[in-house]
């Protein structure tokens, strides 16, 4: 089992920037992929980004490219997601994900942390 709990979401202005960050537990962090997603109201949750556990591929949704950051730290077992230019459309509850590399589907997930962006 993987848990995984995320922090630093917040109300913020458009055009400013907030980081997320997710700490996991359980399992040797290098080993999964770790991934954003977020649910804006009323929505269906979508991908955001994701990053590979060597940290060396990250993938990111076309709505985000450029204005969002994806790392990680192994040795803190944490992910981030810088998120930078925010506009209203970026309000959601934003989700922490975790699959092992092996695997396709992300099944650990985070209880969620809602970023409001006031426009």
């Known amino acids: 089992q993987v848990q995984l709990v995320e922090s630093g979401g917040g109300l913020v202005q458009a055009g400013g920037s907030l980081r997320l960050s997710c700490t996991a537990s359980g399992r040797t962090f290098s080993n999964y992929a770790m991934g954003w997603f977020r649910q804006a109201p009323g929505k269906e949750r979508v991908f955001v980004a994701q990053i590979r556990g060597s940290d060396t591929i990250k993938v990111y949704a076309e709505s985000v490219k450029g204005r969002f950051t994806i790392s990680r730290d192994n040795a803190k077992n944490t992910v981030y997601l810088q998120m930078n230019s925010l506009e209203s459309a970026d309000t959601a509850v934003y989700y922490c994900?975790?699959?092992?590399?092996?695997?396709?589907?992300?099944?650990?997930w985070g209880q969620g942390t809602q970023v409001t962006v006031s426009s």
């Open positions: 994900a975790a699959r092992y590399e092996s695997s396709s589907v992300f099944g650990y």
